[in-house]
């Protein structure tokens, strides 16, 4: 039996995700809900979330709650102190350090992030034990993995 693919998802995809509702973030928690793939999150990409929602699009605060429901968003434990330092070490920029600290205490199979300037195709990332992409990568991926 094939292991479910766990992804870690980076604001700007939950923020896509209720923002747009054709885009590949969407379809990645439609997947989640029919059990194809594993949702995480860490509880600082969460927060970031909901602030954004809330200062951006208040009246989108249900439909975040119901997606991240309904899809079984499971928030992955607090990086170590050891995971903070490495991911500082890889990313200059704090915000997205935690992030990546956080996706490294998941262990997910993917990052998945918006953020081309950080965190895709960004070189110094390349030796992390998980893949790193956009909602299209991982949908990409996951056509192949469960085609196999």
């Known amino acids: 039996m094939r292991k ?3 992804i870690f998802l980076d604001t700007s995809v939950i923020i896509a995700a209720v923002m747009s509702p054709t885009g590949g973030a969407r379809l990645l ?3 989640a809900q029919a059990g194809t793939v594993k949702l995480l999150v860490g509880s600082g990409v969460l927060k ?3 602030e954004v929602i809330r200062r951006k699009a208040p009246e989108l605060l249900g439909l975040l709650a119901q997606l991240l429901d309904e899809a079984g968003i499971e928030i992955s434990k607090p ?3 050891a995971q903070q330092k490495k991911a500082k070490s890889l990313l200059s920029y704090s915000p997205d350090a935690n992030v990546l600290a956080q996706a490294m205490a998941a262990k997910s199979d993917w990052l998945v992030s918006h953020d081309k300037k950080h965190f895709v ?11 790193l992409g956009t909602p ?3 949908i990409a991926w996951l056509r192949e993995y469960l085609s196999i």
């Open 4 to 6: 479910t693919p766990e």
């Open 29 to 31: 928690f439609h997947l």
């Open 48 to 50: 970031e979330a909901e």
């Open 79 to 81: 990086p170590t102190a």
């Open 121 to 131: 195709g960004n070189p110094g990332l390349d030796d992390l034990p998980f893949r």
């Open 136 to 138: 299209g990568d991982v």
